[in-house]
């Protein structure tokens, strides 16, 4: 688009100049207040009119979701690590989390990712080249999306299996500037790692890990504890020569060592039916 170009945005039609839209990949133009219809975590020129058309409806859905869901719980029903204008909000309550971003702030519609969509994360630092005295520039959380797309917003030939987002592979969260420590973002993982079962970062977190295990040993230990269980119910049904029996414990035998691969590979996986039921009650 040349800077004196003026063209009709392709959503409501209004004019579109340099400066106020931006020229999506089939041609056709969106102007900067259709833009604040969609994510804050994607960049609407590398994408169709048809996309961001169901993408407008995708986000119209969560915008419901979070007045539903979110809204009635309050600043107490919420965990809410912010530092500055960016952040975390975890709803453990219903599998999901919002991020916070300035950018984010300014769209019309709130925006909630889930639990089990997310495939990794991880701090980023930026090293600090000023005279500042200070490590670091910026500090801040990578939180990688099981995803249709990849971290550069083109669709991903082999996208994973499972609960995937439908065009979010990357969120980038900024938590401090010219700092030598991670203390937000130090606490946004770390509650990461609570739910995803890792080891805990901060100390406390550690001393109470050393006696109980992470909470991904744990849920390992009753899992293998479950297996056992169910196979010494089948080797007294064989003692017992009852074929009943025999079946149902091998049934029971069966689940049970189901879960316990299900556990081991996706711990994360138990907010899934949490997340469900909560967008189930928002969209019915």
């Known amino acids: 688009m040349s800077f004196f170009s003026k063209n009709a945005c392709t959503f409501c039609g209004k004019e579109v100049g340099f400066i106020k839209g931006k020229k999506l990949n089939d041609g056709n133009h969106i102007c900067s207040e259709c833009e604040k219809n969609c994510s804050a975590y994607i960049d609407v020129s590398r994408y169709t009119k048809d996309f961001l058309t ?31 204008y960016n952040g975390i909000i975890f709803i453990d309550s219903i599998g999901m989390f919002e991020a916070i971003t300035p950018k984010y702030s300014k769209k ?56 995937v987002h439908p065009y979010v592979a990357l969120i980038r969260i900024s938590f401090e500037k010219d700092t030598d420590d ?19 970062e901060t100390f406390g977190g550690s001393i109470k890990e050393a006696f109980t295990g992470t909470g991904q040993e744990r849920a390992d230990m009753k899992a293998q504890a479950e297996t056992v269980k169910a196979l010494g119910g089948l080797a007294k049904s064989f003692l017992q020569k009852d074929s009943a029996a025999v079946g149902q414990a091998q049934e029971n035998l ?17 907010y899934t039916e949490t997340a469900d039921a909560a967008e189930r009650r928002a969209w019915q």
């Open 54 to 84: 169901e993408h407008m409806e995708y986000m119209q859905k969560q915008d419901k979701l979070y007045n539903s869901e979110v809204e009635p719980l309050g600043k107490g029903g919420v965990n809410r690590i912010i530092n500055a």
């Open 108 to 163: 019309n519609q709130k925006e909630l990712f889930r639990y089990d969509q997310i495939k990794d994360f991880a701090y980023y630092q930026v090293k600090n080249n000023s005279d500042s005295g200070k490590k670091y520039s910026e500090v801040g959380l990578d939180i990688f999306l099981k995803s249709e797309y990849t971290a550069d917003g083109f669709k991903d030939p082999l996208p994973p299996s499972g609960k």
């Open 182 to 200: 991670a203390l937000a973002a130090g606490r946004a993982k770390d509650h990461l790692n609570e739910l995803f079962g890792r080891p805990s």
């Open 254 to 270: 069966k689940m049970k060592t189901q879960d316990a691969v299900s556990t081991a590979l996706d711990y994360g996986s138990k």
